[in-house]
């Protein structure tokens, strides 16, 4: 189901813009705008096969969590528009009452997601919109609180979403309010544009094109991701081109991504 073009957005939205890049349809005029500057200026290897390669990690991790680890809850953050192969479905295949909380910045998220949902998946299914760099509006949300039981191990979700918190938003601080509510045994799963392998050109027209977006994009060094999950032990490979966990061969080496335990 598209969203309705009769309500046109002043901006374009990071999720939207992703759920183009997806091929999906819940995005407005100036969304597809953007996306397609952002692909006249670096091309479609640096966008389009870098977000589908984003979605199939993500999609790895919850089958990993699921089926290896037992994970029954999850908390995707950033989470973007339903699209296919969603969190909720995998993670189903293996644990088939898993609970799921969506969050997203963007108000469409959870009005078209709902949409999706039969209510069976409702029952067990939650769509917020909250912003992360107020992880209370999060973590105190009624839609989560019903779901997530913080007594047991929780997987949370932060892939190709950290790259929109600015520096100012602490992100460490960000991802301490969520750490210290996650008993042992939970899960951190996040992906990063690395800046140690973007040309300064490309990271220049990437920044300058989402100014103008409702969130800003910010590159980080391997360092600086690695350094975001402090507090939780990497598991094998560690922190890798998201092409290349758990997987092999050939794969762009724009975004890291990496699985950490709570210990």
């Given amino acids: ?11 374009p939205s990071p999720a ?25 200026q670096v091309g479609e290897l640096l966008t389009k096969d870098v977000v589908w390669e984003n979605r199939n990690f993500l999609g790895r991790v919850v089958q990993h969590l699921a089926a290896e680890h037992g994970i029954r809850q999850y908390i995707d953050i950033g989470a973007g528009l339903p699209s296919q192969e969603n969190t909720h479905q995998v993670a189903r295949r293996s644990v088939p009452d898993a609970r799921v909380v969506y969050v997203d910045n963007d108000p ?27 992880p209370a509006s999060i973590l105190e949300h009624p839609g989560l609180t019903g779901l997530i039981d913080f007594d047991e ?48 050109e490309e990271r220049a027209k990437m920044e300058a094109i989402y100014r103008n977006a409702t969130s800003p994009m910010v590159f980080r060094s391997f360092g600086e991701i690695e350094k975001l999950f402090t507090g939780f032990e990497l598991e094998s490979p560690g922190l ?10 050939d794969t762009n080496r724009r975004m890291y991504g990496a699985l950490g335990r709570r210990n």
């Fill in 108 to 134: 469409v998220v959870a009005t078209q997601g709902a949409t999706l949902l039969s209510d069976e998946e409702k029952r067990i299914t939650s769509l917020l919109t909250a912003d992360l760099r107020d």
């Fill in 1 to 11: 189901m598209a969203i309705d073009e009769a309500n046109p957005a002043e901006k």
């Fill in 16 to 40: 939207r813009m992703y759920d183009y890049f997806l091929h999906g349809d819940n995005n407005f005029a100036v969304d597809r705008a953007a996306g397609d500057a952002v692909i006249g």
């Fill in 153 to 200: 191990p929780v997987a949370l979700l932060c892939v190709a979403v950290f790259h929109f918190i600015t520096d100012d938003d602490d992100p460490d601080g960000i991802l301490r309010a969520f750490r210290d509510r996650m008993v042992p045994g939970s899960y951190l799963a996040l992906s990063h544009l690395n800046a140690d392998e973007a040309p300064d």
């Fill in 240 to 249: 890798v081109p998201t092409g290349l966990w758990h997987r092999s061969g």
